[in-house]
């Protein structure tokens, strides 16, 4: 079973900073993903990704594979990026297998 | 945008009720899920769905739950009778394919009481 695991678990931040949020699993996997989660408890999936890097606006997502770790980047960080930001992979192999969760990184941006 | 729906967006029962809760995939999804939070605690699977059929399950998922895609929309997650440790958030979930992007619903917040 895999084991993801987030890293802060909270974050305060000033509007303007740049923000790193990383995640790290401990078996391999066929993807990972990076999900947005406001107070109000709906889940927006920002990133998936398998290898490299991907960018959209202000967010990038790095994975390393051989590391099995993850970073989530915000740029010029803005009070609206207040959420929880949750790590989640998608475990190797065939079938359905649903999501393995990591308890999330509470990020809040102070203007 | 399609989008993933979820009705009730709360719903408050007695312990050892019943419950349905409903989700409308994206259509042209072929993967579904359910996950449910506890307040605090991270996201868990519950179970997945394929071809009309459960495809995997966590222990969580246990003779108490059962889904459904009963007309070809809807996809349900039935409590069969509630405890008081079932008080969670209840989210749905779909994918085109395996192993590709999913779209979450807004979740269906359970108390039971």
């Known amino acids: 079973k895999n084991e993801v695991e987030q890293s802060p678990q909270n974050l305060t931040a000033q509007e303007g900073e740049f923000i790193t949020i990383n995640c790290s699993y401990s078996?391999?996997?066929?993807?990972l993903h990076w999900l947005q989660q406001h107070p109000g408890g709906g889940i927006v999936s920002l990133f998936m990704?398998?290898?490299g890097k991907k960018k959209h606006g202000r967010l990038i997502a790095t994975i390393n594979i051989q590391e099995k770790h993850s970073s989530l980047h915000i740029t010029a960080s803005h009070p609206r990026d207040s959420a929880v930001y949750i790590c989640a992979v998608t475990p190797r192999g065939g079938g359905a297998d649903g999501l393995t969760f990591g308890k999330g990184t509470h990020l809040i941006i102070q203007p | 945008e399609p989008e993933v729906t979820q009705t009730p967006s709360h719903q408050v029962t007695q312990m050892g009720q019943e419950v349905i809760l409903r989700c409308v995939p994206i259509s042209n999804h072929l993967y579904f899920y359910w996950y449910r939070q506890i307040l605090g605690q991270k996201v868990e699977f519950l179970v997945s769905f394929y071809n009309n059929e459960i495809s995997e399950k966590s222990e969580i998922f246990d003779d108490q739950f059962s889904v459904e895609r009963p007309d070809g929309s809807n996809f349900t997650l039935k409590i069969r009778s509630t405890k008081l440790e079932d008080s969670a958030m209840y989210f749905c979930a779909s994918s085109r394919k395996w192993n590709t992007e999913a779209f979450f619903g807004q979740g269906t917040r359970l108390t039971v009481v």
């Open positions: 078996v391999g996997i066929s993807a």
């Open positions: 990704l398998s290898s």
